[in-house]
């Protein structure tokens, strides 16, 4: 199996580890997203001690851009989970990985003359990416309305350009040096961000905020977090187009289909969509290959 696909199913594997314990632990949204950073932090500062810090300016840009993406789209997330439910909201991000895919080959045309040499793995590579977004709609059955897609278009916008802005981010140092940087200023600068919207708009009630159950949860959960993120940027420098990378973590849902079933619960989704996003990760290891 190749590493992008290695990292990429390790990566589901805590994705789903963390959407459960939160499930456990019912944590604030808001609040969440805030002590996961503070976790981050506090996991990848010691390596960072160790193997030093990229030097290239453009590492910097390109994290910075990164981190005000996806501290602006977190608080678009939160907000619109209660009206839309957590479901729909789900539901819509996966098609983000489609639009990303062709966006790459203007960033990279090289690889768009490669892909073109082969025309008919290509385009089965597209429509697999294409499938998985399909049963990714499909896994969940909450509604979707025109009020959704308003509450979510920067998620989506934010899950089409945050894969490119990471795979560009691997250009400019090495891995060693630049996973625990990107982990480490990308969380201090997204916590910069909330504690100035958390100031301003007060968004959660400071006395829950800073709970004492809020911190030891979210810290709980920031660890397998961190263990995500970390996993989740090592695959970006094994892959010619971020695009594959959202489509293999998109198996967090079936992972978490499978924990519910062995605890003899009711699967929450639909399962036969389930065994399709299984079906799209094989089916897009194997034509990965072919190229």
């Not at 639009?99 to 892909?115: A, R």
């Not at 025109?146 to 920067?154: A, I, S």
């Amino acid at each position: 199996m190749p590493l992008w696909a290695v990292f990429g199913l390790i990566t589901a594997f805590f994705s789903a580890l963390m959407m459960l314990m939160q499930e456990h632990f019912k944590v604030n949204g808001y609040a969440l997203a805030f002590w996961i950073k503070v976790a981050c932090v506090m996991v990848s500062l010691p390596f960072i001690f160790i193997n030093g810090i990229p030097a290239h300016p453009m590492f910097y840009v390109y994290l910075a851009v990164s981190a005000l993406l996806y501290a602006i789209s977190d608080v678009y997330f939160f907000s619109a989970i209660p009206k839309s439910s957590a479901g729909s909201v789900s539901r819509l991000v996966p098609s983000a990985g489609v639009i990303g895919f062709l966006l790459w080959f203007i960033i990279d045309p090289s690889l768009f003359f490669k892909y073109i040499a082969s025309p008919v793995i290509s385009g089965l590579i597209f429509m697999t990416l294409c499938l998985f977004a399909f049963f990714a709609l499909r896994l969940k059955k909450c509604t979707i309305t025109m009020q959704t897609l308003r509450d979510v278009w920067f998620v989506i916008f934010a899950a089409t350009v945050g894969p490119i802005l990471t795979k560009l981010i691997t250009f400019y140092a090495d891995m060693e040096q630049a996973r625990y940087a990107y982990i480490c200023f990308q969380a201090m600068m997204m916590m910069a961000m909330w504690l100035i919207y958390l100031w301003v708009a007060r968004p959660v009630p400071l006395s829950l905020f800073f709970a004492r159950s809020t911190w030891q949860y979210g810290l709980l959960i920031g660890m397998v977090a961190a263990a995500m993120i970390l996993t989740k940027f090592t695959s970006y420098y094994y892959v010619d187009n971020p695009a594959y990378i959202p489509a293999m973590i998109a198996l967090d849902a079936v992972i978490i289909l499978f924990f519910y079933k062995l605890r003899g619960l009711q699967p929450r989704g639909d399962v036969l969509s389930g065994l399709g996003i299984v079906g799209c990760a094989a089916a897009l290891i194997i034509l990965k290959a072919q190229i």
